[in-house]
């Protein structure tokens, strides 16, 4: 359990990274930019704080069940958000990138969830 959490936290960073090298090259017309920044900002500022609180969960998960349940929900609403840049997107390359994060957010969701009953059992 505690390292799909540090996978989870090392994900969560990799995509915050990954919004902060794109953010300034992404920027559709000069009227959305700054609405585009706060929006990404917040995002990026969101998953930072996701898997900070993940990376201390997982020192002792059965003590911080609240991370936890935070890791299970954070992967539900990453897959929410794949599944529909696989289903809404139409450049292929942005729906393969959706689609290989949603496999990878699917196969740590289950490997949490599944590991659930040992890890919290007093």
């Given amino acids: 359990m505690r390292w799909f959490l540090r996978a989870t936290a090392l994900t969560g960073i990799a995509w915050a990274l990954a919004l902060a090298a794109s953010l300034s090259r992404a920027m559709p017309s000069p009227e959305h930019a700054p ?64 689609l290989a994060d949603l496999l990878l957010t699917v196969t740590m969701a289950t490997l949490i969830i599944e590991g659930l009953p040992g890890a919290l059992r007093p």
Wanted: charged share 10%; net charge positive; proline share 5%.
């Fill in 35 to 98: 609405l585009l920044v706060l929006v990404g900002g917040a995002l990026l500022s969101a998953n930072l704080a996701v898997a900070l609180a993940l990376l201390v969960g997982a020192r002792n998960p059965r003590a911080n069940r609240a991370a936890v349940y935070a890791a299970i929900f954070y992967l539900l609403c990453r897959m929410a958000t794949d599944l529909y840049g696989v289903l809404r997107v139409p450049d292929p390359t942005y729906a393969l990138l959706s």
